[in-house]
């Protein structure tokens, strides 16, 4: 049995470890590994309840994006669909909405050819070493929950998401203090998302 870890897979340029999968799109990261493990995770969810979707603006994130969301609807989840939104807006809407799993897109500070899936469980936290293992098993034993045609899943828009988020930072921060900070923003090799 393999076990998560930081690891590159044989001859290629994908990493699997605790947080997800991630790689270079194409030669690493391909579209069958990316409908392989969220059928994984599908499967291997026990609560009923949304998923909570959202991607970062790379590239191939709307590749991604759509194979993840399909593969979920196939397996008869829920997906509550942020669009565009970071990986903590995708943690806090977990919590918010009590949603048992989600999934980010992104692939932080690596470089733009990069990407990633990363899953969460109940109340936004990256999987334990036990259930990132236990995925993994899915994953090589290509354990899957499809379902019939009329048990598919349903996707729903949550564009308020990110103003949540927001909102609780408000909140928990004296803004008039912090004021006078400059703050520098990081995309994160995103570019504008085309129309």
Not at 34 to 54: H, M, Q, R, S, T
Not at 112 to 130: C, D, H, I, Q, V
Not at 152 to 159: E, I, M, N
């Given at each position: 049995?393999?076990?998560?870890?930081?690891?590159?897979?044989?001859?290629?340029?994908?990493?699997?470890?605790?947080?997800?999968?991630?790689?270079?799109?194409?030669?690493?990261?391909?579209?069958?590994?990316?409908?392989?493990?969220?059928?994984?995770?599908?499967?291997?969810?026990?609560?009923?309840?949304?998923?909570?979707?959202?991607?970062?603006?790379?590239?191939?994130?709307?590749?991604i994006r759509e194979g993840a969301l399909a593969v979920?609807?196939?397996?008869?989840?829920?997906?509550?669909?942020?669009?565009?939104?970071?990986?903590?807006?995708?943690?806090?809407?977990?919590?918010?909405?009590?949603?048992?799993?989600?999934?980010?897109?992104?692939?932080?500070?690596?470089?733009?050819?990069?990407?990633?899936?990363?899953?969460?469980?109940?109340?936004?936290?990256?999987?334990?070493?036990?259930?990132?293992?236990?995925?993994?098993?899915?994953?090589?034993?290509?354990?899957?929950?499809?379902?019939?045609?009329?048990?598919?899943g349903k996707r729903r828009d949550d564009r308020a998401?990110?103003?949540?988020?927001?909102?609780?930072?408000?909140?928990?921060?004296?803004?008039?203090?912090?004021?006078?900070?400059?703050?520098?923003?990081?995309?994160?090799?995103?570019?504008?998302?085309?129309?």
């Amino acid at each position: 049995m393999l076990s998560f870890g930081r690891r590159m897979m044989a001859g290629s340029a994908l990493r699997i470890s605790q947080v997800g999968v991630r790689g270079i799109v194409g030669p690493g990261l391909t579209a069958s590994h990316v409908l392989e493990f969220v059928a994984a995770f599908a499967a291997y969810l026990v609560e009923d309840g949304p998923v909570v979707l959202a991607r970062d603006p790379r590239a191939s994130g709307l590749m991604i994006r759509e194979g993840a969301l399909a593969v979920l609807l196939a397996s008869g989840r829920d997906v509550v669909d942020l669009g565009i939104a970071s990986t903590p807006v995708v943690q806090h809407t977990i919590r918010r909405i009590g949603a048992p799993a989600g999934v980010s897109i992104g692939a932080s500070h690596n470089a733009p050819e990069w990407n990633a899936l990363k899953f969460f469980g109940r109340e936004g936290r990256y999987l334990l070493s036990a259930e990132a293992n236990e995925l993994l098993d899915f994953y090589h034993l290509r354990r899957t929950a499809f379902v019939a045609w009329d048990r598919l899943g349903k996707r729903r828009d949550d564009r308020a998401a990110l103003d949540a988020y927001l909102d609780q930072l408000a909140d928990a921060f004296d803004l008039d203090r912090l004021r006078r900070f400059r703050v520098v923003a990081d995309c994160c090799n995103g570019r504008r998302p085309s129309p």
